[in-house]
Structures are given as C-alpha cells and as structure tokens.
C-alpha cells in the first residue's frame, strides 16, 4: 500500500480539474500493476467526478450546480451571527458545501495491467466549488506492485545521501511528480544495443532527471514562479539564495554521477546539451523584449531549451548500450523532434482550464510561447493580442489574450504542428532496429503530445 | 593554439574575458602543465570559467539577477563540456565535487574554502 497526496491549485471558483494524468503518473510510478486507487477529497467544498473532459459539458455541470444550490440564495451557514466560533477569513460559502453533497467526497478507481480502467471518455475531476484555492487529494494505492522502479529508486538513493540545505527542496520537488519522459526514454534506448546494464542505465536516467530539476530550480527563480507541480518552487519557499545553491549542487551532482559511469561519448553528449539549454534559456530572456516573437525563434529556442536534453537522452541511452552509430544518431534526431513536440504540447496546456496549473501563466511571465505567436499573427485577433500584449499585463488583460487565443486557429495549429513533428519523429524510427521497443517509443511519443497537463 | 581555442569557446562570453576571465585563465596555466599540451588551454579555460561563473550567479552571497545568473550557467555549462572533452574520468569528478562543495557550503550559510583553492586541488592527482 502506498500513501500520498495531490497537490493542485486553482484559479476559479468553480473549476473542474482533471486529475486523469497525475493519476496516471502515480500509477506508473508505483508500479501498481493489478489492484485499485482510492481518492479521497481532503476539503468540504471539493468533490469528486468521473466523467467526460468536454469543455461544454463541464459548462452544463457548473449551470446544474448553480441551479440546484444557487450562490447568494441565503443558507444559514453564512448567517454569521448565529454561528458560533466563527474565524475571521470565514468565507460565504453555503452554496459550496451543498454543491459537494451532490458530488461525492471519495472514489475508488480500478487499475489493471498497470493502468487505470477508464472508458474512452472518462476522466477523473477534482471539482473546486469555492476557488481560488491551493487544494490536496489523499490518494492509496493498493494491490499488487511489480518490482520498484529502478529510477525511482536510483532518485531516492541519491537524495537520501545528499545534505539537508540541498536534498529536501529537491526531494519535494522531485516527489511531486513530473512526467520522467527524459529518465524513461534513456532507460528504453538503453536496452537497444547489445550491452544492457540496467542499473548504470538507471544511474544515468536518475542524474539526467536531476540535471533537469536543477535547471528548474534556476527557470523557476528567472521566470518569478511561484508554484510547479502544484507546490511552491524551491525559490518561492526557500529563497533566490539558496535555489542558486540547490540548482548548483545538482548541476554538480549529475555531471559527477554521468562522468562516474565512465562513457566518454555519453558525457560529452550530455554535456552538448546542457549548454545548449543554457543558451537558449539566455536567448528565451532576451526574446521577451520582443515579444511573443516569431516562429523561427521559438524553434530555435525550444531546439536548446527543450529538445536537446530529450535528444541527449535518447542518445546517451543508446551509447551506453554500444548501439550502431546510425541508431545513436536516427534515436537522436527522434528526441530533438519528440522535444519540440512535447514543448508546443506543454504551451498549449497553458490555455486549458483543466490543467490543474492558473491559465495564462506563460502570458504573464512573457514566455516564448506558440499559440501566442500564432494568436498575433491571426487576421482576426491578432491586432487586440499585440496591443495587449505590448502593455502591462493584469488579470484582465491575461484573460483577455487567453481568450483571444482561444478564439483563434492558433491552438489547432499548435496540436497540428505538434503532432505532424511526432510523425517525423517516428519516421526517423522506420529504418532502425529497435529489439522490440518500436511500439513503446511510439507510445510514448504520441502521449508527450496528446495531454491535458 | 591556445588562442583558436580560446577564441571559439568563448562565444556569448567576450565580455568576460576582459572581465577577469583571463585573469583567472592564466592563474590556472601553471596547474596545468602536467597535462597533455592540447588539453591545458581546455582545463585552464574551464576552471576560470568556474570560478567567474559562480561569481556571477552570487553563489554564497546576495543573489544574482536573473541575467547574471543564466550568464553563470552558461559559464558552468560550458566548462563542463570542456571537461568533458579535454579531462580525465578524475578530474571531471574533481571538478564536479568541488562544484558540490562550494554549493552546499552556500546552501547551508557555511563558508566554505576559497573557490581557486578548491578548484586548484581538483587539478591534483589524488593521493
């Protein structure tokens, strides 16, 4: 059995927020292969729904709920007069309570062959009745678990041997969740040659993902975020200081950990990469000047930014399995389109209100991002989008471009994009061997791009 | 030779040399003569890239803004790769440790040794 939380924050005070894909991760990540995953809401005006993601649909949930428990309608628990011990932040709230007790508090899903048994259209939703609040799940994992991830485990190992200043920000973050994309894809391009060593494969994996923690940790300070993976950034609970300090040992760390494997090809390739992030993450900075900017810059942005470390980690994994030269270099042009992919997947996430993260963050924070790109360029909405976007930036006006984008072709293009770069990434696959991964790197390439959060 | 490479690795950083770099570059020289004749510029490099990288960031003081900070990255990052290219497996290691050190020290507000100090010893064949 296995015990955690859920951490989200939302944005409206009424908002469903599909939870579907963190369940997923938590699902992989354990390990759970047969057995059940009991959700419990951990708040009295959070409920708990399965059903169909259809932005309508959810638009005729939330006029249901306004029909059978209308806000304002006068409930007795927001006669404040009568109640006693009453605190002083005390919200009007009565609506809410009633709208959870038509919503149910706790559920149990079913997970078999290590996934969650969901209908075609089903997805699980965390329904906030009386937002904006930071909100948490209690989640139990139970049943039967196959042996421990080795990342996983490789991950723990590391931050258990790490002093305190520096491993418990980093535990925090690195509990929260994240997708491991980069961690997985080194571990299957590491069974594709004829050496295999899964636990220097496993050491590779857990310092790649650390080495992409740690350049977070310094985004997150440079970006002024305040939340990631629905908890405060390092910078945000711990202060710019020592975020520099924690991102700097973990740089540290994971370049002592990959120079230890003793592969020269893989340090050299790893180490490409984490210069290209850093230009491009100076080159990102300098682009806010004139932004959204255009699409060659983000192409080039995103190539260092995002691309390189999914290109090196599909690389690096090969090289340590003595792959041939073309397989090295067919698996490393499939990483970098993969990246650019994912990249344009995650920037359109930023308009979807279901994604468990503020909508508009990326417009606020000025970040490079597609959909805005493509937004000011349109005929229509374009002329409103640019002249918004050259002023100050409030809550009105992020909603407004948000909505403007929404408006627009520019999300369609976006997903199109996304996913003509996911079929490129797989046409590099064609003309290699691949010992039987093909349909997972498939897989996977096609979930990196087709998300919610 | 060791101008050429000076020359190609410093693009995006030109600024810096003038800006110290090439102070702490040629401090570095001496503790590099054990090393293969191609290497030495490399090593040198990296380790002055090093030490001026983490001034930058502000590691164990005020910190750095965000400009500054993504410059001292990019110093890191760069040094890392020409360790990568130019170093032993031990040295790569040393230098990667004395990086730790320096940034744990910061993290728990504890002085730690002299950045040129330590980064001199990662030079050092171990005992």
Same mark, same amino acid.
Request: charged share 30%.
């Given at each position: 059995m296995i015990a955690k939380r859920l951490h989200f924050e939302t944005t409206h005070a009424t908002e469903f927020v599909d939870v579907t894909a963190q369940l997923r991760d938590e699902v992989r990540r354990a390990g759970l292969r047969l057995g059940r995953v009991h959700l419990q809401s951990l708040h009295t005006t959070v409920g708990l729904a399965v059903n169909e993601n259809e932005p309508l649909l959810l638009q005729d949930f939330q006029h249901l709920l306004e029909k059978l428990a209308p806000s304002?309608?006068?409930?007795?628990?927001?006669d404040f007069a009568r109640?006693?011990?009453?605190?002083?932040?005390?919200?009007?709230?009565g609506h809410a309570h009633c709208r959870q007790l038509l919503l149910t508090g706790f559920a149990t899903l079913l997970v078999e062959d290590g996934e969650l048994?969901?209908?075609?259209w089903q997805s699980v939703f965390a329904v906030e009745?009386?937002?904006p609040r930071e909100r948490e799940l209690a989640i139990q994992l139970d049943g039967e678990f196959t042996a421990p991830d080795l990342v996983e485990l490789e991950l723990a190992r590391q931050l258990q041997a790490d002093?305190?200043?520096?491993a418990l920000p980093m535990r925090r973050l690195v509990e929260?969740?994240?997708?491991r994309l980069r961690p997985r894809l080194v571990l299957l391009t590491s069974r594709i040659g004829p050496r295999q060593e899964p636990l220097r494969a496993a050491a590779l994996a857990a310092a790649v993902e650390l080495l992409h923690n740690a350049t977070l940790i310094h985004d997150d300070y440079v970006d002024e975020s305040t939340h990631r993976r629905g908890r405060p950034t390092v910078v945000a609970a711990e202060g710019a200081e020592r975020a520099i300090a924690v991102g700097d040992y973990y740089f540290a760390k994971a370049t002592r950990l990959i120079a230890e494997i003793g592969n020269r090809k893989v340090t050299s390739t790893v180490a490409a990469a984490i210069e290209a992030i850093c230009a491009s993450q100076i080159d990102d900075v300098a682009l806010r000047g004139t932004f959204p900017g255009d699409h060659d810059s983000y192409l080039r942005v995103v190539r260092g930014k995002t691309a390189a470390l999914f290109s090196a980690a599909c690389a690096s994994g090969a090289l340590l399995s003595d792959a041939k030269p073309e397989v090295v270099d067919a698996l490393s042009r499939y990483g970098d389109l993969l990246g650019v992919a994912f990249q344009m997947a995650d920037d359109m996430v930023d308009f979807?209100?279901?994604?468990g993260k503020p909508v508009g963050l990326d417009i606020r924070q000025r970040v490079l991002s597609l959909p805005l790109i493509y937004a000011a360029e349109d005929r229509e909405v374009g002329p409103e989008v640019r002249r918004l976007l050259a002023g100050s930036l409030g809550d009105a006006e992020v909603g407004r471009v948000a909505e403007l984008v929404g408006a627009s072709d520019a999300l369609r293009r976006v997903g199109d994009e996304a996913r003509g770069l996911v079929e490129a990434a797989l046409h590099e696959l064609?003309?290699?061997?691949l010992d039987g991964l093909r349909p997972t790197l498939i897989g996977l390439a096609r979930s990196a791009v087709d998300r919610v959060s | 030779m060791s101008v050429q490479v000076i020359d190609r690795e !410093?693009?995006?950083?030109?600024? !810096?040399w003038a800006d110290g770099l090439s102070d702490a570059y040629r401090s570095y020289l001496g503790a590099v003569e054990t090393f293969d004749a191609e290497a030495q510029p490399k090593l040198a490099l990296a380790a002055a890239l090093i030490e001026v990288g983490l001034r930058l960031q502000g590691l164990g003081g005020p910190a750095a803004p965000p400009a500054a900070l993504l410059m001292g990255d990019l110093c890191l990052a760069r040094a890392s790769r020409l360790l990568a290219d130019a170093a032993s497996q031990r040295v790569q290691v040393a230098f990667a440790t004395a990086i730790g050190d320096m940034a744990s020290s910061a993290a728990s507000g504890t002085l730690g040794r002299p950045v040129r100090e330590l980064l001199l010893n990662a030079f050092e064949p171990s005992r």
């Open positions: 304002g309608a006068g409930y007795e628990h927001d109640r006693i011990e009453v605190a002083l932040d005390e919200p009007v709230n048994v969901l209908g075609r009745l009386d937002g002093p305190d200043p520096v929260a969740g994240g997708k979807s209100p279901n994604s064609e003309a290699i061997e | !410093l693009e995006r950083l030109e600024g !810096l």
